[in-house]
T-cell receptor
């Protein structure tokens, strides 16, 4: 059971470049989330999804897009990368809204230079 | 606004001793959940303990327990018999429909 798998683990982008952070879970969870963690800070919710075809904005959605075409996959798209998007990105999934069982991926360290 | 405050950026404890990490939150909701997560250097977020606001009894998980004071909006984590493997960042989080995290407390454990 792989859990939540994020790729890549590390990435360096130049300002203005675009990229997609991949997230996949094999637990058949309906709820999936993208968070970013800035140095010395807690996690901020970027986007979330309550099921295939349904996505919604979190606290800090600007500069990002998501899609949820399948239950398993929840990619995060960065368009026109900016230095302010330098952060560690976490994908997470849960079977329901209670957060009692919230599974995190191992994170993606992204630097925009 | 819903906020979570962890006023201790860093804490340290000697192995086998007890340490308490503080957390306060602000909400107008009456029904919610509170969590403590551990983030070791591997960056994986691990659920330590969970408390439901409507339950007066403090949650306990082995060496980890909470002191939940609903009126004071306080949710502290007590780690007993601290072990070297407890060294990590600890995040307090609050939930109604979204999970709101505090800024974290870095715990060092000395032998």
């Amino acid at each position: 059971n792989a859990g939540v798998t994020q790729t890549p683990k590390f990435r360096i982008l130049k300002i203005g470049q675009s990229m997609t952070l991949q997230c996949a879970q094999d637990m058949n969870h309906n709820y999936m989330y993208w968070y970013r963690q800035d140095p010395g800070m807690g996690l901020k919710l970027i986007y979330y999804s309550v099921g295939a075809g349904i996505t919604d904005k979190g606290e800090v959605p600007n500069g990002y897009n998501v899609s949820r075409s399948t239950t398993e996959d929840f990619p995060l798209r960065l368009e026109l990368a900016a230095p302010s998007q330098t952060s560690v990105y976490f994908c997470a999934s849960s079977p329901d809204r209670s957060y009692e069982k919230l599974f995190f991926g191992s994170g993606t360290q992204l630097s925009v230079l | 606004a819903q906020t979570v405050t962890q006023s201790q950026p860093e804490m340290s404890v000697q192995e086998a001793e007890t340490v308490t990490l503080s957390c306060t939150y602000d909400t107008s909701e009456s029904d919610y959940y509170l969590f403590w997560y551990k983030q070791p250097p591997s960056r994986q977020m691990i659920l330590v303990i969970r408390q439901e606001a409507y339950k007066q009894q403090n949650a306990t998980e082995n060496r980890f327990s909470v002191n939940f004071q609903k009126a004071a909006k306080s949710f502290s984590l007590k780690i007993s018999d601290s072990q070297l493997g407890d060294a990590a960042m600890y995040f307090c989080a609050y939930n109604t429909d979204k999970l709101i995290f505090g800024t974290g407390t870095r715990l060092q454990v000395f032998p």
